[in-house]
Structure formats: C-alpha cells, structure tokens
C-alpha cells in the first residue's frame, strides 16, 4: 500500500458527508479488462489450449490466483499456478507498456474530485508491480492513498481492500464511496459497508439497496457520490 498524503493531513470536500472516494482500476478507471483476457487467451494457447468465451465472465474482475486457478482446472494445462501467474503478469505488462487508456469520463472525475480536495485512493487486485506501471501513465499524484491485491491477506471478494483503504485515509467506510465494475468488487466495496456505484464492464450487475448502476463514469460526478453517501435519491439504471 502506497499513500501520497498522511492522513492526519487529509481534509474532506466541504459540506459533506463524503468522506473519500475509492477507484477500481482494470475495466473501472482504465480500460485494460480486455488486456487481461488477451493475455490468458495468449498464455493458453501457447500452452495448446483455446480458452472459451463464456469463461470471461467468469474470470473477470478475480484476483490472479481465482482467474487462473479456474482456468488452469478448466483447460487441464500442464502448468502451476505459481508459473501461470507469471506468465500473465508478462503478458499484460508488455501491453500496458504500449498505452493505458482511460476509461471515457475518467480524466474529467479524477480532476473534479481533486477540485474538491476528497481523498481518492486506487483499489485493486492487481499486483503493485502492475499498478505502478498504470500509474506511470495515469498520474500517482492523482490518489491520496493505493492499495494493490497482493498487499492484502486477502483480495476482493472479501472486504479486506476497502478497509485497508478507508484505515488509510482515517475515513469510515460508510462514509465512502466505490465506483466498481465487476461483482467481485461491488461484493467487497459492500461487505466493507461502502456506497457503490457499479459500472459494468463485461457481465452485467444488478442494482441493490446502497448501490447504483449506471452505464459509464460520464454520469458520476461529486454532487452524484455526495447524495449516494447522504442517502438522498439517486437515479440508477
């Protein structure tokens, strides 16, 4: 875990309730979840396999060791987990290195959160090897605080990341808000007793009490995540 400010210094936006917000990354704040796919379609086919498209939904959003377990039990590769993991982890780095795009309303909700002065932190189950290179592009001075998946106990689905985030910044995880893209995320966001707002990337997820869905970051804006935390009416999908 890396943190940009300590958090006795961090100030929340004024008059509100919103005390941080937190970011996903791969298919939530940059558009790499089709990254990973390529990658593990890749891996396997040099080891003779030919992954199915029905697993992406599967695997999408898991830490390395779910995603690959489950494939490596599907295709029945000849190979470890510890070598897969690897492997993918290559992979997806020699495709980063050749860009890391946004996802569409990104640059204008990180600039208007750090207009507000609310904590911001990057949550993912990413490795911290492949979160700094994203960051290299997206800007570390962006985020009060990050958390990576293999600086935790245990990664999302459990709640584990968003409390280690919100402990970070001195906030209470009610008081904060997740923007996720997959289940697997949204499942932990929640269990740590954050608001979630969903995003969906490739499997689509369902509103819920204290969470809404909309269709891309273009429609989250700071009044959106002060009234989700607040409790007021939000408009979902």
């Not at 970011?23 to 086919?45: H, N, Y």
């Not at 640059?107 to 208007?112: A, G």
């Not at 280690?164 to 001195?170: C, L, N």
Request: glycine share 8%; aromatic share 4%.
């Amino acid at each position: 875990m890396t943190s940009t400010v300590p958090a006795s210094l961090i100030r929340t936006g004024e008059g509100s309730a919103l005390q941080a917000v937190f970011l996903d990354m791969d298919g939530t704040l940059v558009d790499t979840e089709g990254f990973w796919w390529d990658a593990e379609v890749q891996a396997f086919a040099a080891l003779g396999h030919r992954l199915d498209e029905s697993w992406r939904d599967i695997v999408v959003g898991g830490p390395m060791s779910r995603s690959a377990g489950y494939l490596i039990e599907a295709t029945g590769a000849d190979i470890t987990l510890a070598e897969l993991t690897v492997l993918l982890n290559e992979k997806f780095e020699q495709r980063i290195d050749r860009g890391v795009p946004l996802m569409p309303g990104a640059e204008r909700l990180l600039t208007e959160l750090a207009r507000h002065n609310i904590p911001t932190a990057l949550v993912s189950a990413s490795h911290r090897r492949i979160i700094d290179r994203v960051l290299a592009s997206v800007g570390r001075d962006r985020f009060t605080l990050t958390v990576a998946g293999d600086e935790v106990t245990r990664t999302k689905p459990h709640p584990e990341p968003y409390l280690t985030a919100a402990r970070g910044i001195g906030a209470d995880p009610v008081l904060c808000a997740v923007i996720e893209d997959t289940a697997t995320g949204v499942a932990s966001a929640e269990a740590a007793g954050c608001r979630v707002v969903a995003v969906p990337s490739v499997a689509p997820i369902a509103p819920a009490g204290g969470r809404v869905v909309v269709r891309s970051l273009e429609e989250v804006d700071v009044p959106f995540l002060r009234t989700l935390v607040t409790g007021l009416p939000a408009v979902s999908e």
